[in-house]
T-cell receptor, first 115, second 116 residues
Framework: AQSVAQPEDQVNVAEGNPLTVKCTYS??????LFWYVQYPNRGLQFLLK??????LVKGSYGFEAEFNKSQTSFHLKKPSALVSDSALYFC?????????????FGKGTRLHILP | DTGVSQNPRHKITKRGQNVTFRCDPI?????LYWYRQTLGQGPEFLTY????????KSRLLSDRFSAERPKGSFSTLEIQRTEQGDSAMYLC??????????????FGQGTRLTVV
């Protein structure tokens, strides 16, 4: 069965600095990996995904993520943080090899961007 | 594309009552997911459908929970004999199935259930 771990409950970054939100995954087959963001009292919004190909994927709002197969990681990154990036971020995985391809989410990381 | 729609947005019910939530997915999406989210936690998988077929139901779910998608379009989630521990946000999402460009799920705004 697939699983996702987000080792940090909270990440604090000063505005303008680069940010990284960590994610590791476990699947039996090949992973599809996703990042979502959730603002207060809002639903989850899709940010970006890795399916295949280039290990660095770019998404919405200047975010990008790097897929590392050997480390089974998919860390979310942004070169320069904005205060408006403060939100709850979720990593998710879909294991597409065995047909059991439901999407499983991590527990989330709260990102605080300090002005 | 009008997005995923969930109704009602909020529901307050007394313990022991039954509640039913509705989800209307994006029209061309054949996959539909239900998740439960408590404050500050990640979405917990409940069940999912491929068209009208229920593919899996979480072992964490008691028999008080049931979901249907009778015509492969909208879905309902029913909770019978509600308990205070059922208080949570119930999220619905939909996606296409198959192909690398059709993988991500799109979420509705959720239904917040409060059991008093």
């Amino acid at each position: 069965a697939q699983s996702v771990a987000q080792p940090e409950d909270q990440v604090n970054v000063a505005e303008g600095n680069p940010l990284t939100v960590k994610c590791t995954y476990s699947v039996s087959g090949n992973p599809y990996l996703f990042w979502y963001v959730q603002y207060p009292n809002r639903g989850l919004q899709f940010l970006l995904k890795y399916i295949t190909g280039d290990n660095l994927v770019k998404g919405s709002y200047g975010f990008e993520a790097e897929f590392n197969k050997s480390q089974t990681s998919f860390h979310l990154k942004k070169p320069s943080a904005l205060v408006s990036d403060s939100a709850l971020y979720f990593c998710a995985v879909r294991d597409i090899r065995y047909g059991d391809d439901k999407i499983i989410f991590g527990k989330g990381t709260r990102l605080h961007i300090l002005p | 594309d009008t997005g995923v729609s969930q109704n009602p947005r909020h529901k307050i019910t007394k313990r022991g009552q039954n509640v039913t939530f509705r989800c209307d997915p994006i029209s061309e999406h054949n996959r539909l997911y239900w998740y439960r989210q408590t404050l500050g936690q990640g979405p917990e998988f409940l069940t999912y459908f491929q068209n009208e077929a229920q593919l899996e139901k979480s072992r964490l779910l008691s028999d008080r929970f049931s979901a249907e998608r009778p015509k492969g379009s909208f879905s309902t989630l029913e909770i019978q004999r509600t308990e205070q521990g059922d208080s949570a946000m119930y999220l619905c999402a939909s996606s296409r199935q198959g192909g690398p460009s059709n993988t991500e799920a799109f979420f509705g705004q959720g239904t917040r259930l409060t059991v008093v």
